[in-house]
């Protein structure tokens, strides 16, 4: 299961992508959302997907594993496609089946958001790719440390995520191991019906909830026989440095915001 598992997974190929600091890869991200956001016409799509393509491919990552980021979304992707057919009424009517008429504007809206959530999550799926959970989890407490001024506590989020995120495989591992012993009782999910299946996932919802809990205790209870402290000053075994080549993947994405805002 670990391997079909995509979510917080980082491939190392060496390329110059993952030798970034992960606070320019978050702070990229950002910059990247305001860009998605104001795409408003075909040429600027094109060019933010050229752009995307171009990132994707200096990963030396194969391109198979970002359309396998995208495929547990397709169906949401479907369903904001088709919502955008029902609900949008502007443009050139193109089809008119009874009540229902389908507008140019309704498509064009609807290609829109769905390219727009694909590129989103190719670029989410750059950035864990490329970089550890761990220099994730530093990266993000380096990129909110302006927020303690306002009385918030980085630690606390950073920690948290980065516990979701060694979660995540764990759970999935149980979730498996579950599987497994009600398929040896005869209980196999895949031969049935949907009622069934969907009457055996709830079952299989609670040893899943109380083995995660369970997990959460034994954690709480390692760290704190360990002294950790949240909120203490504590030092890092990889100290983060910003180089050159951070600021030039940073100018990367305001030149495709400049190039976006003028098209």
Known sequence: MREKLLIGRSIDTGSWIHGLDPRAKLTAMLLYVVVIVLVSSWTAMALTLLFSILVMGSTRIPFRYYFKAMKPLRFLMVFIFIVQLFTVQSGKAWLSLGTFTLYAGGVEEGLY????????????????????????????????????????????????????????????????????????????????????????????????????????????????SRGFVINEPRTSLHVLVWTGRDTAFLLLFVLLGMAVAVV
Do not use: C, Y
């Open 113 to 224: 958001s769905v390219l727009r959530m694909a590129l989103l999550i190719s670029f989410t799926a750059i950035l864990t790719f490329t970089t550890t959970p761990g220099k994730l989890n530093q990266g993000l407490e380096g990129v909110l440390k302006p927020l303690k001024r306002i009385g918030m506590h980085p630690e606390r989020l950073s920690l948290m995520i980065g516990i979701a995120l060694r979660f995540i495989p764990t759970i999935l591992d149980e979730t498996h191991k579950i599987l497994k012993a009600q398929a040896s009782r005869g209980a196999d999910l895949k031969e049935l019906p949907w009622k069934d299946k969907a009457k055996m996932l709830v079952s299989l919802l609670v040893p899943v909830t109380v083995g995660a809990f369970r997990r959460a205790e034994d954690l709480i209870q390692s760290m704190e």
